[in-house]
C-alpha cells in the first residue's frame, strides 16, 4: 500500500511540475465488459489531431478473470474549452481463466487460453487548466481466437477514465 501512495504521489508531482506542451497522460480506465475491472492507460500525443493509447487491463467476474493489453491510434476534436470528442481503432492480446465455481457444461474441459480483439472506440473528454484530464468512452471490442472465452465473441466496454497529464 505504502509503495501505491508513494508512486500516485511521484505521479501527482511529475504532472504538476510539467510545462504547457502536454504531450503524455497516464491514468486508470475504469469499467465494466462482463465484469468490473480497470485499466493502467497512457496516451501519447502524436500531432495536435491525433495519439496512440495503451492499455494494460484486468477483468473479474463470477465467471472468469482476464488480463488484456490494447493499442488505439485515436483522432482527436475540440469541442469548446477543455472538452475534447474522439474516436479510435485498434486491437490487442489477451488471456482468461474460469472461475472453479462455473459448471462444466458452460466452457467444456478448457478453463484458460487467449484470445486476439479489435476495438473501436469512441468518447468524450475533458482537459481541466491544471494536467488532469476526465474521460468516458465506449470501447466495442470483437474476440478472435479462442470460442469458449466469450458466446458471442463481442464485448461492449464503457469506462471512466482519469489521467494525469505531462
Do not use: C
Request: no cysteine.
Amino acid at each position: 500500500m505504502k509503495k501505491v501512495l508513494l508512486s500516485a504521489f511521484l505521479l501527482i508531482g511529475l504532472a504538476f511540475s510539467s510545462q504547457a506542451q502536454e504531450k503524455n497522460a497516464i491514468g486508470l480506465r475504469l469499467g465494466d465488459n462482463d465484469g468490473f475491472g480497470g485499466e493502467v492507460s497512457y496516451q501519447r500525443r502524436l500531432s495536435t489531431d491525433n495519439r496512440l493509447e495503451l492499455d494494460l487491463g484486468w477483468r473479474d467476474s463470477d465467471y472468469y478473470d482476464a488480463v488484456k493489453i490494447a493499442a488505439l491510434y485515436q483522432w482527436v476534436w475540440n469541442i469548446e474549452g477543455g472538452f475534447n470528442w474522439y474516436a479510435g481503432v485498434g486491437g490487442g492480446v489477451g488471456t482468461w481463466d474460469f472461475n472453479d465455481r462455473v459448471p462444466n457444461y458452460y466452457h467444456g474441459d478448457d478453463d484458460s487460453g487467449t484470445f486476439l480483439f479489435a476495438a473501436g472506440d469512441i468518447g468524450i473528454e475533458y482537459n481541466f487548466d491544471f494536467p488532469l484530464q476526465l474521460s468516458l468512452d465506449f470501447r466495442p471490442e470483437l474476440y478472435f481466437g479462442d470460442d469458449d472465452f466469450r458466446e458471442n465473441n463481442f464485448g461492449p466496454d464503457i469506462a471512466l477514465g482519469v489521467r494525469f497529464r505531462f
